[in-house]
């Protein structure tokens, strides 16, 4: 979506919304998020995805929109933070195949970390599970006028 | 295989720490199948998801219908699916208390 749907997206958001409404905006944060093989005991890293560009410009955009309409008046942003949210696959290789179908314009899985996770998980207890510990963002957001 | 999702609930903690869904009338942009929508609508008075992919909302509604026949008193009527994206909200101003921006925008 371009910068100016998406303050028109805000706008009919804030018309729809009663006064002092609050906007939460939540999406996932692109951070190399981390391939992880979780058993009981313990947690390996095994490395880290690479964001693709396009991702990183897609968010980018979404908060330059925020912003703007900040700018405007039409919002003010009250409270912001980060927090983790896990992707559990029984197997490496569903973790990869997913990746490669639903995620394939903003991460990649590299080779190299897909076979350590391979190996960690194979070494691992039989209850061991791969995920990904993926970035998310919460903002809260007042309707203002 | 799909993956598990955030099995720690740390989703909807962090989304009830943010906002108070008690009796409140929600929007919810972008609901997809209504994984999210499920861990706050029962504590709505109103809610309406906004998706514009019908194969999404199609399993949204498959999951409303099963949770309405669980707990009929606790969601008839009050909880909605329709297909739309945030550029065109075909619903009147000033009526919800919350609008959920949902991994979307």
């Known amino acids: 979506m371009e910068h100016a749907s998406m303050v028109h997206a805000l706008r009919e958001i804030h018309r729809t919304l009663k006064p002092n409404g609050i906007l939460l905006d939540m999406r996932p944060i692109e951070d190399n998020w981390a391939v992880e093989v979780k058993s009981d005991a313990r947690v390996d890293v095994a490395g880290r995805l690479v964001d693709i560009p396009s991702g990183l410009a897609d968010t980018a955009a979404c908060f330059e929109a925020l912003r703007d309409v900040e700018a405007r008046g039409w919002f003010v942003q009250e409270r912001a933070e980060k927090f983790t949210f896990f992707y559990y696959w029984d197997m490496p290789s569903e973790m990869k195949a997913y990746i490669e179908t639903e995620w394939d314009s903003y991460e990649k899985l590299e080779d190299e970390v897909y076979q350590r996770a391979s190996s960690l998980w194979a070494s691992a207890n039989a209850e061991a599970r791969v995920r990904v510990h993926r970035k998310m963002w919460l903002a809260r957001w007042r309707k203002t006028n | 295989m799909k993956p598990q999702k955030d099995p720690e609930n740390f989703e909807r903690k962090y989304l009830f ?41 199609r399993l949204a509604r498959a999951d409303y219908e099963v949770s309405r026949r669980d707990r009929p008193s606790d969601l008839r009527g009050r909880v909605h699916f329709a297909r739309a994206s945030a550029y065109h909200i075909p619903l009147p101003k000033e009526t919800f208390d919350i609008a959920l921006l949902s991994w979307s925008l």
């Open chain 2, 17 to 57: 720490d943010f906002a108070d869904f008690t009796d409140a009338r929600v929007l919810e942009i972008g609901c997809g199948d209504g994984r999210l929508t499920w861990k706050y609508a029962p504590a709505s008075s109103l809610t309406v998801g906004l998706d514009p992919d019908f194969d999404e909302l």
